[in-house]
């Protein structure tokens, strides 16, 4: 079974800089899609970005204005989350999830959808703030 594991999350100032990562073990990652999600208190959970196998498809939710960027090393089972210009509004939990396993590539739900991942981590606080 697919495991997850957040990391790379922490406080960090307005304007700062956050790679996350989204180690996996137990199955390959090659054939899955990972996501990033994240949640703020009070708030449902959103969907932020997705990168799909091979890197065929890279989805990027509007209201991150190009300053979020995902990618993925399959080789190490590890895909990130670069986010810079980080705002007090960026302050959540963060998680990433998996879709899949897929024989082909599949184009999912831009901005990623809850429904559309089966496996997910526990989440890695982020706060920004001054």
């Known amino acids: 079974q697919l495991q997850l594991v957040e990391s790379g999350g922490g406080l960090v100032q307005p304007g700062g800089s956050l790679r996350l990562s989204c180690a996996a073990s137990g199955l390959n990652l090659d054939y899955y899609t990972i996501g990033w999600f994240r949640q703020a208190p009070g708030k449902e959970r959103e969907g932020i970005s997705y990168?799909?196998?091979?890197?065929?498809?890279?989805c990027s939710e509007d209201s991150s204005e190009g300053r979020f960027t995902i990618s993925r090393d399959d080789a190490k089972n590890l895909v990130y989350l670069q986010m810079n210009s980080l705002k007090p509004e960026d302050t959540a939990v963060y998680h990433c999830?998996?879709?899949?396993?897929?024989?082909?590539?599949?184009?999912?739900?831009?901005?990623?959808?809850?429904?559309?991942?089966?496996?997910w981590g526990q989440g890695t606080q982020v706060t920004v703030s001054s």
């Open positions: 990168i799909s196998t091979s890197e065929t498809v890279i």
């Open positions: 999830a998996a879709h899949g396993p897929e024989i082909t590539t599949e184009v999912l739900s831009c901005p990623p959808l809850d429904a559309d991942f089966d496996s």
